[in-house]
């Protein structure tokens, strides 16, 4: 006879009752506290990472956002400049905040897919350590010479960089960003000699481009169309867009000029931290695409030459993945590494 204390007894009908019930409960508690993680969200103000200085591209594209979510979820989005390290900073600072979805961190391609390849002991992985929301924008960038440089075209600077002597220099906002690695890929493709000229942010490059001290630049399009506009700069190529910037039309596309496997956009995107319950990660990627997608946001974007790209969490995570690996391997093609 079987002892009915025993964790081995035959269940009586019951107990299979009780058990069923409470299996039965299980998940509605679960979406119970799913829907009220949910409903205190947020429950203070959200802080929005950049990692980049106070005053560029990033924190400039950040606060216009920034003010929309704000405005939408009824708390204040408070933007934090964390720079450095290729935005390892950043990065770290987010991924040690708690993962309920008050702490944001925007960035671009670098952070998130170029890092991986260019540090080999980086602190984070973006697709563990964090959960992806949307990609934002799409951005273009442009080939910039001095308004005052000789070469008219693209063909001319290719020509210069292949003539031997000195060579060329070219700026770029950092080294391991995307501009140094495409202008790396250029000499590659064009056996050209070209030096790079590191800066620290973007500023500086332009003043020196403006100047006449460096040869040339690739620069995103919100801060390229301006100097171009204002003839502080000529164009010569743009670069990640499949046709010609309404803004600068007499510019042609890197593919058009036979170069299509250089033809590389940028972009940006949100992520938070890992383990942060579904249910605020989805109420957050609704709240920036809706931010994102609003008319006035759209036609200011537009008008800086970007592109409104917001993606499924899915659709971004998988982007993540596929450019970690593309630009690993461009950037182990070009033998640049980070300490």
């Known amino acids: 006879m079987t002892d009915s204390t025993s964790p081995f007894a035959h269940p009586t009908r019951r107990t299979l009752l009780r058990g069923a019930a409470a ?30 200085p106070a005053g560029g591209f990033g924190d400039a594209l950040s606060r216009m956002l920034a003010q929309k979510l704000s405005a939408s979820l009824g708390q204040p989005v408070v933007i934090d400049n964390r720079p450095g390290a290729g935005g390892q900073i950043g990065a770290n600072f987010v991924k040690q905040q708690p993962a309920d979805g008050h ?23 973006t697709l563990k350590d964090f959960m992806p929301l949307t990609r934002l924008l799409v951005s273009p960038t442009v080939l910039l010479v001095p308004a005052s440089s000789p070469f008219q075209t693209f063909q001319d600077f290719v020509k210069a960089a292949q ?48 100047a006449g001290h460096i040869d040339a630049m690739l620069d995103v399009s919100p801060s390229a169309i301006p100097l171009v506009r204002e003839n502080k700069a000529r164009a010569l190529a743009v670069v990640g867009s499949d046709k010609r910037l309404p803004q600068l039309p007499q510019v042609p596309t890197i ?63 998988e982007l993540i993945r596929t450019e970690t690996t593309r630009w690993g391997q461009v950037i182990q093609q070009v033998g640049v590494k980070l300490e």
Do not use: C
């Open 255 to 317: 593919a058009e000029l036979g170069m299509p496997a250089l033809n590389i956009p940028g972009w940006t995107g949100m992520v938070v931290r890992a383990g942060t319950p579904e249910p605020i990660a989805n109420r957050l990627h609704d709240e920036l695409v809706k931010a994102v997608t609003a008319p006035d946001v759209v036609q200011r974007y537009t008008d800086l030459g970007l592109i409104v790209a917001p993606s499924s969490r899915a659709e971004f995570a």
């Open 103 to 125: 702490t944001l961190f925007y960035g671009d391609l670098g952070p998130f897919s170029m890092n991986a390849g260019l540090y080999p002991k980086l602190s984070y992985d």
């Open 163 to 210: 003539a031997g002597g000195k060579g060329l220099n070219y700026g770029s906002y950092g080294m391991g960003s995307q501009p140094h690695i495409w202008m790396e890929m250029l000499r590659g493709q064009i056996k050209g000699n070209l030096t790079h000229v590191a800066y620290k942010g973007g500023a500086p490059a332009v003043q020196d481009l403006m």
């Open 23 to 52: 299996l039965a409960a299980a998940p509605l508690g679960l979406a119970g506290t799913a829907a009220r993680a949910q409903a205190g969200f947020p429950s203070r103000p959200i802080t929005w990472v950049v990692p980049y």
